[in-house]
């Protein structure tokens, strides 16, 4: 019989063309470096100590230039923040409320409803503060990067200083793993820009790796739930397939 | 297999006559039976019956009367025709430009701050717009080609302002698939001709706009403007 | 009395209303009693399946509509809000993201089944042209569902579509400023584009229902591509083939959960999660999977209207396949030379995806071309001429007898067990 290899050889081509269609992830030059992500893999779960200091990066680095708009002060809640911590993270920041009895604009400390406060008011004062470079809001930027986790990880270890027979642009940065290699963003971690509660050594790659699973996060908050519902869903169709595929057979028995 | 003959659907009013055929010749489904329990005419009867009465059966057999009737049948088909499109109309049209959409006319543009070799780009009606300083060489590679080396040949006089030949503005709008092509910092590629470069398909622009390479058709549009003042451009 | 069916059911109230609208008994005939040819592969699981697949379409599609938001400022907002606040946002737009990506799965394997088998030859022309009109809305619809979530991909991806419309001479600008309701991809084409995608779903109801009554009337081809020939030949549609299209969908539902719940963004681009914006174009303008093949060939054609005349041709020539094929031989199992061709299709369209991956440089272009070649060689000479030339082997006498004499697949002559009708 034919139909054996036919189908086979059909399945193998639409799987391959699958693949071969699948936006290749891999940046172009540089190969990015393996990082271990506690969110990898199907049974993947947020490592929330490191969300929780990767939060704390953001606060006192990331959030002077990036807005993370898509999130909430209560959203803080899914890294493991209480909600005294919460309220308290919430207040220290001032955001418009409204306008008074004159009709005057005014501010007011944040509450958990609110969304994280931004660093600029909008896009043009951002590129004016920023030499012409607009810093991307930080919401759902692991999705939105080729390579996700892992290039953000790489980008914040990358910077070095420039090959010889490169001309950078004037207030451009080199970085191994930005498209282009000039970046316009300085290097944002080093060695000990943060200071850790949790006694955890603050090295670049602890810094960067804390901070990227705080943006996994952050991208796909709903990702453990995810999978963890797709665990149970996988396994009670692999059982309704056998059973369905057992009274195929015996209803078919008496075809055959 | 269920065979046609005791078919549980003795009802050919139900199911058009049609199918009867087709459906029969198979031996089975849509489900109508060739029995009839009762003398009523098929559905291919009554049409044929019907047909046979608008025609002939008013009053005059005669065929001056046959043509006028034709005729009247004509003019009443057009007629609704007519009326169909004069609804349809407002419909299709409803989907053109409305009139918020057509009254963002005109921008403004302040070309003082705009260096020599610079280019700036501002939003009109949508659509960015290239308004670009050219330096003295760039305006003299732009005269001296020659239109035969061109695809979608064009006078680099054609596509600026006498008197104001250092500026060039352009749609800033790949004439390929519509991409925004870069070129306009100095920082970005501009393509071997100095003008702009499409990241999308390669399309290469030279500094007047035209296309000198790749699947871009046409040059770059220049969209209506006018002088107000020498540092001042209207646009729209 | 006079005009009421006579119903065979015995509940009463099913009684009741067969006996004034025969629906009942329609599903019988058409669901329960069909005699469906015995020896069907798992190939026609297929169709079962994009009904599934459309079906779970429509259901998400319209819990997402209440709380999506078609406007420029909002719709990328509305979208990240339906994935974090809305109880199981995430998961009915996952499902219904990754569902396009499922359905075009399905139908492109269902269409390939049809061209192998030769579903597509007469009497079935019309369910076949019927298909390829589905394929051409679903084209549309997922074109602007696309569109919808207004990101990066969105807007040029619309961008570049709507734009092909612009290589028709004198009319294309006027066209495309219509399409869009203004100078460019904007709030009005948004609109717009989120009306048609939720109306043209159940265009394509309508149109499933016209190709399955087609089905019904000729019946369905099956791997050896000859006519049953009476009873011993065909099984009843139930139980048979319902449990056998059951299995068929619970391996579909396994392999579109692991793609929503451990892959869901696998299919997607990344910068689709960048917020549209027209100043900015990205690096590379890629369409969704389903679609590369047409646009690989839409770019493998230096002339513009001529790309885009060969990548309406490359979908609009499978309407006239039934003409093109001159071979009386349906099945590929008895047309050796066809076999090898229409394998080599199904190759040709994956390198074709491929190429419309990437940009078209170096010898991307040179294998798009040749890809393309192939593509309309196959349908507009090989079809034709291979089916006057080739010597098709025998066919069997029948499905249920033995193939070509030896012992087949199946017992020679065993009557089919005479069913109770459910």
């Given amino acids: 019989m034919r139909r054996i290899p036919l189908a086979r050889l059909f399945i193998g081509a639409a799987l391959g063309g699958l693949l071969a269609a699948a936006p290749a992830r891999a940046a172009d030059d540089a190969k990015l470096p393996k990082v271990e992500w506690s969110f990898a893999g199907p049974f993947g779960t947020y490592d929330l100590a490191s969300a929780q200091r990767g939060f704390l990066i953001y606060q006192q680095v990331c959030s002077n230039c990036h807005s993370m708009n898509q999130l909430y002060y209560r959203n803080l809640e899914g890294i493991g923040l209480s909600e005294e911590q919460i309220k308290a993270v919430a207040a220290s920041v001032q955001v418009p409320g409204g306008v008074d009895d004159n009709g005057q604009p005014i501010q007011r400390p944040g509450r958990p409803a609110d969304h994280f406060r931004a660093p600029f008011p909008n896009d043009q004062a951002a590129r004016a503060a920023n030499g012409g470079a607009l810093p991307p809001d930080q919401s759902v930027l692991e999705l939105a990067r080729e390579g996700g986790a892992d290039y953000l990880y790489a980008l914040m270890v990358g910077y070095a200083d420039p090959p010889a027979d490169m001309k950078m642009q004037p207030g451009m940065m080199y970085n191994k793993y930005f498209p282009g290699h000039q970046i316009a963003m300085p290097q944002p971690l080093q060695d000990g820009s943060v200071q850790y509660t949790d006694g955890t050594k603050p090295t670049l790659e602890q810094e960067a790796k804390d901070v990227v699973t705080f943006l996994a996060w952050a991208a796909e908050p709903e990702l453990v739930e995810r999978k963890q519902m797709g665990v149970k869903i996988i396994l009670f169709l692999l059982l309704l397939t056998g059973l369905t595929y057992a009274v195929k057979r015996k209803l078919w028995s008496d075809v055959h | ?236 | ?422």
């Fill in chain 3, 1 to 422: 009395m006079v005009g009421l069916h006579k119903s065979e059911f015995k509940n009463p109230l099913v009684r009741w209303i067969d006996t004034r609208l025969p629906v009942f008994t329609m599903m019988q005939n058409e669901y329960g009693s069909f005699p469906t040819p015995r020896n069907f592969n798992y190939f026609w699981n297929f169709g079962a399946l994009a009904m599934v697949a459309m079906m779970i379409m429509i259901i998400t599609g319209i819990f997402l509509a209440m709380n999506y938001v078609p406007n420029t400022a909002l719709a990328f907002d509305s979208v990240e809000r339906i994935m974090r606040d809305v109880n199981y946002g995430w998961l009915i737009r996952y499902v219904h993201m990754n569902g396009a990506s499922m359905f075009f799965i399905v139908v492109y394997i269902h269409i390939f089944r049809g061209l192998y088998y030769g579903s597509y030859k007469t009497p079935r022309e019309l369910l076949w042209m019927l298909g390829v009109v589905i394929l051409l809305l679903m084209m549309m619809t997922a074109f602007m569902g696309y569109v919808l979530p207004w990101g990066q991909m969105s807007y040029w991806g619309a961008t570049v579509i709507t734009n092909l419309f612009s290589a028709f001479p004198i009319v294309g600008k006027s066209i495309v400023t219509w399409l869009w309701g203004g100078f460019s991809v904007d709030n009005p084409t948004l609109n717009r584009f989120f009306s048609l995608h939720y109306l043209l779903p159940f265009v394509i109801v309508a149109v499933v229902f016209l190709h399955v009554a087609a089905l019904h009337i000729t019946g369905s081809n099956n791997p050896l591509g000859i006519e049953p020939k009476g009873p011993q030949d065909t099984l009843p549609f139930h139980p048979y083939y319902t449990v056998k299209d059951s299995v068929g969908i619970c391996v579909f539902l396994i392999v579109y959960a692991a793609l929503v719940f451990f892959a869901p963004n696998f299919l997607g681009n990344p910068d689709n999660y960048i917020p549209a914006n027209p100043m900015v174009t990205p690096a590379e303008i890629v369409p969704e999977w389903y679609l590369l093949p047409y646009y690989a060939i839409l770019r493998s054609v230096p002339n513009k209207l001529g790309g885009v005349l060969m990548m309406f041709g490359s979908i609009l020539v499978l309407f006239v396949l039934p003409w093109l094929d001159t071979s009386p031989v349906r099945s590929a199992r008895f047309r050796p030379i066809f076999r090898q061709l229409v394998l080599l299709l199904v190759i040709d369209v994956i390198v074709l995806g491929d190429v419309g991956a990437h940009r078209p440089e170096g010898w991307w272009v040179v294998v798009g071309r040749l890809a393309t070649t192939y593509y309309f060689l196959f349908f507009l000479v090989l079809l034709p001429v291979v089916g006057k030339l080739e010597r098709p082997l025998k066919l069997p006498d029948s499905i249920s007898k033995p193939v070509l004499g030896g012992g087949g697949p199946l017992p020679g002559g065993a009557p089919a067990k005479p069913m109770e009708k459910a």
């Fill in chain 2, 1 to 236: 297999m269920r065979s046609v003959s005791d078919g549980p659907f003795p009802h050919e009013w139900l199911l058009a006559g049609g199918a009867e055929g087709a459906a029969a010749a198979r031996g089975h489904v849509w489900t109508v039976a060739t029995r009839r329990n009762q003398p009523r005419p098929g559905f291919e009867d009554m049409m044929a019956t019907s047909l046979s009465a608008s025609d002939h059966g008013v009053s005059s057999p005669h065929g001056e009367g046959t043509s006028k009737r034709d005729f009247l049948k004509l003019v009443t088909g057009a007629a609704a025709l007519v009326g169909t499109g004069a609804i349809v109309w407002p419909l299709i049209d409803s989907m053109n430009p409305s009139q918020d959409v057509l009254a963002l006319g005109s921008v403004e543009v302040n070309l003082e701050p705009i260096q020599a070799g610079m280019g700036i780009t501002v939003l009109w009606r949508g659509k960015p717009i290239f308004v670009r300083h050219r330096t003295e060489k760039e305006i003299k590679e732009a005269e001296d080609v020659s239109l035969s080396a061109l695809s979608d040949p064009e006078t680099d006089a054609a596509r600026v302002k006498a008197g104001h030949t250092q500026w060039i503005i352009v749609v800033g709008i790949c004439t390929h698939l519509g991409c925004v092509p870069l070129g306009n910092k100095p920082s970005d590629p501009r393509g071997e001709w100095g003008g702009w470069f499409c990241p999308c398909h390669g399309s290469q622009y030279d500094t007047s706009g035209r296309v000198r390479h790749g699947p871009a058709p046409a040059n770059l549009p220049v969209p209506p403007y006018a002088f107000q003042t020498d540092t001042k451009i209207k646009i729209g």
